[in-house]
């Protein structure tokens, strides 16, 4: 990689040079949300003039005459927490591969685990919605694998057989998509039966594309792709360009997450946590200005609140 090619990463100290204050955090916020002109987030209107006393909403519309500001209808809406900190915690969860605990976030911003808890998840939530499934599908030389989160990978494929036509036994099934050199789309599933996987491999990857898997037998049979497989009970693991190396990896990160960071991921809840990892490789490519303005962008237009969160 050249330097022209690398991402521009930015230090700690040049982030609190960015943003030195909770204005300067403000007027970013107002910039990625109003870059065309700040509008009510109530009814669209741009006629909207400045409080003179900006507290706690610094906008009012002219035309439905509500107060607002910049959080309103987003994602930060309903949040006391100061805009400065929630920059810092999407630096802090971009900088950090393997992730960041809920506890550990809560001691560097100042807030309560609680509070840390609930900006992370609402931080994951707006990354879901820039899964590549979105976009293309993938095509290319392409690895699918699934794997069981919150049991031994010894067992993987002794549980691939018990659980072939059966529902989960106490794991989570998560299967993964890897292009080679480019995006990895990721899914928890409810079984690793033959319609699951080939339903998953059909929504999200073009046909015609050259698909690695191990010998499995629910991959048999692949209509429609150039299947090549690796026999890993066999001891195999590469043939050719046959083998799943990169999917592999990214399951290797994804539990060093899991069992080094996390210590526990609640099921109910394991899908913005693999996402959170799926969104870190995507965007690996990405400068930490880039990384943190595609999150504010997904924030726009998007709530969750702490309700709807526990009782996902
Ligand atoms: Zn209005």
Same mark, same amino acid.
């Given at each position: 990689m050249t330097n022209a090619e690398k991402p521009e990463v930015l230090s700690l100290y040049d982030f609190f040079k960015k943003f030195p204050s909770e204005e300067s955090a403000r007027l970013y916020f107002e910039n990625k949300r109003w870059a065309n002109g700040t509008y009510c987030p109530h009814c669209g209107s741009y006629g909207v003039s400045e409080c003179v006393n900006h507290k706690p909403m610094p906008y009012r519309c002219k035309d439905c005459r509500k107060h607002f500001s910049v959080r309103t209808g987003t994602t930060l809406e309903a949040s006391r927490i100061p805009l400065q900190k929630w920059l810092m915690a999407i630096y802090i969860m971009t900088t950090a591969r393997k992730g960041i605990p809920s506890t550990q976030m809560a001691r560097e911003l100042g807030i309560t685990q609680k509070s840390a808890w609930f900006l992370a998840q609402r931080i994951r939530e707006s990354w879901l919605s820039n =899964?590549?499934?979105?976009?293309?599908?993938?095509?290319?030389?392409?690895?699918?694998?699934? #794997?069981?989160?919150? &049991?031994?990978?010894?067992?993987?494929?002794?549980?691939?057989?018990? =659980?072939?036509?059966?529902?989960?036994? &106490?794991?989570?099934?998560?299967?993964?998509?890897?292009?080679?050199? &480019?995006?990895?789309? #990721? =899914?928890?599933?409810e079984n690793t039966r033959a319609p699951t996987l080939k339903g998953f491999i059909g929504q999200h990857i073009a046909t015609g594309t050259n698909v690695y898997t191990d010998s499995f037998t629910a991959y048999q049979n692949m209509q429609g792709y150039n299947h090549a497989t690796v026999n890993h009970s066999a001891g195999e693991y590469v043939r050719g360009q046959a083998h799943t190396n990169g999917i592999e990896s990214f399951w290797a990160l994804l539990k060093r997450g899991y069992y080094g960071i996390f210590h526990y991921m609640s099921f109910k809840h394991l899908h913005r946590y693999i996402n959170e990892f799926s969104f870190r490789h995507n965007t690996a490519s990405l400068g930490t200005m880039a990384f943190i303005d595609a999150t504010i962008g997904n924030m726009n237009n998007r709530r969750l609140t702490y309700k709807r969160l526990i009782n996902a």
């Open positions: =899964q590549p499934e979105n976009n293309d599908k993938l095509d290319g030389d392409v690895e699918v694998d699934e #794997t069981y989160i919150g &049991g031994k990978e010894s067992n993987k494929h002794a549980n691939k057989k018990l =659980q072939a036509g059966r529902g989960g036994v &106490g794991k989570a099934i998560v299967i993964g998509a890897v292009k080679r050199g &480019g995006k990895v789309i #990721t =899914q928890v599933i």
